[in-house]
């Protein structure tokens, strides 16, 4: 049976729920096919969906053991040991701590020479693996998805992008400083994220209120890069209440989730 087109918004009361509700859509499509691919995201939003993840491998037997995985981005000129590398950051907090098998992980290299052939390299390795079932996503404070900031072609590939001033400043405190922080990154492009079977996005706190407004209600815009989830047939937003506060249609998406949990719950689904 196919899935019906949808945009589907879950309002979680705080950041421990949205780290519940997106790790349990992630732990079904891997119980529903366990060598499902995922497009993985960084930053402090998903930290909490992997130690949800991990806990569930741990306790529930979840296992990642024919998974494979994809990254969405790193930062370039980093060395894959750097502790701010992306790289590190997936060791540290997921990979570590499951059973993923390391030939089917890929994270960009932040020191290739020949970044025009990795990426193209990159994107064929993606369709060779069959193409991602589901990739998780968080969104910047302007609206960006991957390190696709503002003005990124919603068509774009894989391909090396220079960061916006204010992504520099929100990661400064991962570095020390605004002048610590890479100023060029390697990232999926909008296209590559668009070709994923599914979308998942999450957003906690006030600060990313307007971003999440402008993704899902404001037009389709390249300045909003997020905005192109609108394009695609299977997305689902997590985000909680300080995140949704902005959202001029939140009731409705309460209401929404609510006659979908009865339903599932009245056939069984």
Known sequence: MHAVPRLRVIIEEDYNGISRAAASI??????????????????????????????????????????????????F?????????????????FFDQVNVKPENISIP?????????????????????GGIDLQLLGIGRDGHIGFNEPGSSLGSRTRLKTLAEETVRDNARFF????????????????????????????SGAEKAGAV???IEGPLSSQVTASALQLHPQVTVVIDEQAAKQLEKREYYRYVEKMAKSVEHDTGI
């Open 26 to 75: 992630i732990a079904k499509e891997i119980r529903t096919k366990p060598w499902t691919v995922l497009g993985l995201a960084t930053g402090s939003t998903p930290l909490g969906t992997y130690r949800e993840l991990i806990k569930m491998h741990r306790e529930d037997g979840l296992s990642f053991s024919l998974v494979r995985t994809f990254n969405l981005d790193e930062y």
């Open 77 to 93: 000129g980093l060395p894959p040991d750097n502790p701010q590398s992306y790289h590190t950051f997936m060791f540290e907090n």
């Open 109 to 129: 290299d932040g020191m290739v020479a020949d970044v025009e052939l990795f990426c193209a390299s990159y994107e064929e390795s993606i369709r060779k693996a």
């Open 176 to 203: 020390g400083g605004e002048d610590k922080v890479p100023r060029l990154a390697l990232t999926m492009g909008i296209g590559t994220i668009l070709e994923a079977r599914k979308l998942l996005m999450l957003a």
């Open 213 to 215: 407004k402008n993704a």
